[in-house]
């Protein structure tokens, strides 16, 4: 990581502007549906490239009908395992540890639950942590009851000193504690306050004390590089509709370490077979020698189309290129904060790399300013209790947005215009 990720830093238009000129330019290349579009690490929006493998897709499906299964161009029968091996550098790994399947929280079901049913394994246990992104502890939670294990006991929980980060060396004190837990799983980047923990570290303690080391890198495929297979990760799980803007309900990833290979999926499924023997429809189940062991059923291909686009574009620049203009924009953002905005404050690490690709700026009234930037043309999130959730994409943002966005989060507090919104009720935001 460079020194200065924002050389010569001044808080200024201007200073956006000049940084806007320099590296790559992708934002032609999105739809882009609103003046600053903020929540790419909510869903990221619909690029050319994306529309025009789905639309190659359906023009398949037009075509070939059946056919498209072997005929099409990549045949859909491999387009789970094709899409993985243009994934495989995206995370670090090798080519047959990443395959596309299912959606993310079904593959922490099957995922948690494979290494739960591993005799080799001994501890019982599943270390989380509690500013976890809650699906995770729902989906571990049931593998737990499903093999009659008591949730409460045996999902062992990391509390935040803060409420906003989690202490790698409270990870590491959790695992020196309790000898029982086999299963480490843990986010890559927190979904609230967008801190990065450190993959490599946890990995290792997590195997010094025996146990396995899995993660959910939803809110960091495609935004910051990983090296799973250096790291010896064990499994990981993630999302492509966020950062990776493969569109709404797209079909997930996951990884497996070649040292796990062979072992049996808990949720297994005719489409996790061994594939050259896969339509020879045997009673008894062969997985596949491959991390696409955990595949169930059928690839929906349609759902997996756009990430084909998604990754042809990301290869044109690369995902080093990605993350540094990421660290640059969430710079300047938590600069212009400490700058421009007094009332607010920033949640997320300082340290770039201690932090993914977006940013918690706090204000007691996080939701209704959140409103009132939604009526003046900027997206952004809220995340209970006093978080605005503010992402400048590295594919399609600039400086210039996010300037823009400091210095309407100014208007909006200045004026108090705010204050005509009600309170938060509910529903997705
Ligand atoms: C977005 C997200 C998910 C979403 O899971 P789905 O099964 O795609 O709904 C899971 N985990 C984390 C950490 C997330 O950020």
């Not at 042809?312 to 400490?338: P, Q, Y």
């Not at 009132?372 to 999130?381: E, F, K, P």
């Amino acid at each position: 990581m460079d020194s200065d990720p924002l050389p010569g830093f001044e808080p200024t238009l201007a200073y956006a502007r000049a940084r806007d000129e320099e590296g790559f330019d992708l934002r032609d290349r999105f739809s882009v549906p609103d003046e600053e579009y903020m929540d790419g690490n909510s869903l990221g929006p619909l690029s050319v490239d994306a529309e025009r493998t789905l639309d190659r897709v359906i023009e398949e499906w037009r075509e070939l009908g059946i056919r498209g299964w072997t005929d099409a161009d990549p045949p859909w029968f491999g387009y789970a395992e094709y899409l993985g091996e243009q994934l495989a550098p995206v995370v670090g790994a090798r080519e047959d540890e990443v395959v596309v399947a299912n959606s993310t929280t079904v593959n922490v079901h099957t995922l948690v639950g494979t290494f739960l049913d591993a005799a080799d394994v001994e501890g019982r246990k599943v270390l989380v942590n509690e500013l976890d992104f809650p699906t995770d502890h729902y989906a571990i939670r049931a593998q737990l009851r499903a093999r009659g294990l008591d949730p409460d006991e045996h999902l062992v929980v990391v509390e935040s000193r803060d409420g906003r980060i989690i202490e790698e060396a409270d990870v590491e004190a959790s695992l020196a504690d309790d000898p029982d837990i086999g299963i480490v799983f843990m986010p890559s980047v927190l979904y609230r306050s967008g801190q990065l923990l450190d993959v490599g570290r946890l990995t290792r303690a997590a195997h010094d004390h025996g146990a396995l080391a899995g993660f959910d890198l939803a809110h960091s495929v495609g935004a910051v590089p990983h090296e799973l297979a250096d790291h010896r990760v064990d499994f990981a799980v993630w999302c492509h509709y966020k950062h990776l803007n493969a569109g709404p309900g797209a079909i997930a990833g996951l990884y497996v370490n070649r040292e796990q290979f062979g072992r049996t999926p808990a949720l297994a499924g005719w489409w996790g077979h061994e594939k050259a023997t896969q339509f020879d429809m045997n009673p008894t189940f062969t997985p596949a020698d491959s991390a696409g062991a955990w595949q169930i059923g059928t690839v929906p291909v349609l759902a997996a189309a756009p990430l084909e686009g998604s990754l042809d574009l990301l290869a044109e620049v690369g995902v080093e290129a990605i993350r540094k203009r990421s660290v640059a924009l969430t710079e300047f953002l938590i600069r212009l904060v400490d700058e421009r905005l007094p009332d607010c404050s920033v949640g997320t690490p300082r340290e770039p790399d201690r932090r993914g690709a977006h940013v918690a700026v706090e204000h007691p009234d996080a939701y209704r300013v959140c409103e009132a930037l939604r009526d003046r043309g900027t997206v952004v999130d809220f995340r209970p209790p006093n978080v605005v959730r503010v992402c400048p994409s590295p594919y399609y943002g600039s400086f210039e947005e996010v300037w823009r966005v400091v210095e309407k989060i100014r208007e909006v507090l200045d004026s108090g215009a705010h204050e005509a919104y009600d309170p938060p009720s509910g529903g997705v935001t």
